[in-house]
């Protein structure tokens, strides 16, 4: 099956810095990559979509200025966290879906990320 | 508005049968899906469901009603490794990107 991959998988930063996590489709082209933070025992939300060449689009109340996504090439996308604070602290998840039009999306194992 | 509703928790025991049901509410539809998640774990695909019936996959089973906005997953013979999130998710046809809403997701706890 299709396997995505992301980078890293626990990253602890300090409040103020910047983090990026990567996220990459190993065996095939991913045309759309979707973001996606969960809190403890919450489900799946969605940050933004994001195709490949493109801006990507946001979720109401996620701002794109603070959560900067780059998808250059139908293999990679990134995720930034700005300028982090400690409420940014959470696990990301990104997924990827190869041609248009396919069902299933493929997770990454997504990244634990700790603010402090 | 979109909702999707599942149980919070349930509760097996270990080689039994349990059902998880997952209503929806959402403006347009182009299939319901089946993820497993464990704890500090990314989602896994289990199973997919555009047209109404049954679909069978081992010990796992999921089952659609389009007009009833209603479908269920089915697992047989628990195992303790069964033990995990299971998220109910549909596929929004009037979105472009086919984004899924997801619902909260049901713990299962297997008991021996």
């Known amino acids: 099956g299709a396997v995505v991959s992301q980078h890293p998988s626990r990253v602890i930063c300090k409040s103020g810095t910047s983090v990026k996590i990567e996220c990459r489709s190993l065996?095939?082209?991913?045309?759309?990559m979707f973001w996606y933070r969960q809190f403890p025992k919450k489900s799946l939300m969605l940050m933004a979509t994001s195709n490949e060449g493109s801006k990507a689009t946001y979720e109401q109340g996620v701002e794109k200025d603070k959560f900067l996504i780059n998808h250059a090439s139908l293999t990679l996308s990134t995720l930034t966290v700005t300028s982090a604070h400690p409420e940014d602290s959470s696990f990301y998840i990104c997924?990827?879906?190869?041609?248009?039009?396919?069902?299933?999306?493929?997770f990454g194992p997504g990244t634990r990320l700790t603010v402090t | 508005g979109q909702n999707i509703d599942q149980p919070t928790e349930m509760t097996a025991t270990e080689g039994a049968i349990v059902q998880i049901n997952c209503t929806y509410q959402t403006s347009g539809f182009n299939g319901l899906f089946w993820y497993q998640q464990h704890a500090g774990e990314a989602p896994t695909f289990l199973s997919y469901?555009?047209l109404d019936g049954l679909e069978e996959k081992g010990r796992f089973s999921s089952f659609l009603s389009r007009s009833k906005g209603y479908s269920y997953l089915l697992l047989k013979e628990l195992q303790m490794k069964d033990s995990a999130s299971y998220l109910c998710?549909?596929?929004?046809?009037?979105?472009?990107?086919?984004?899924?809403?997801w619902g909260a997701g049901t713990k299962l706890i297997i008991k021996p």
């Open positions: 065996d095939f082209q991913a045309t759309t």
């Open positions: 998710a549909v596929r929004d046809r009037d979105n472009s990107n086919y984004q899924l809403i």
């Open positions: 997924s990827a879906t190869g041609l248009a039009g396919e069902y299933e999306q493929y």
């Open positions: 469901n555009v």
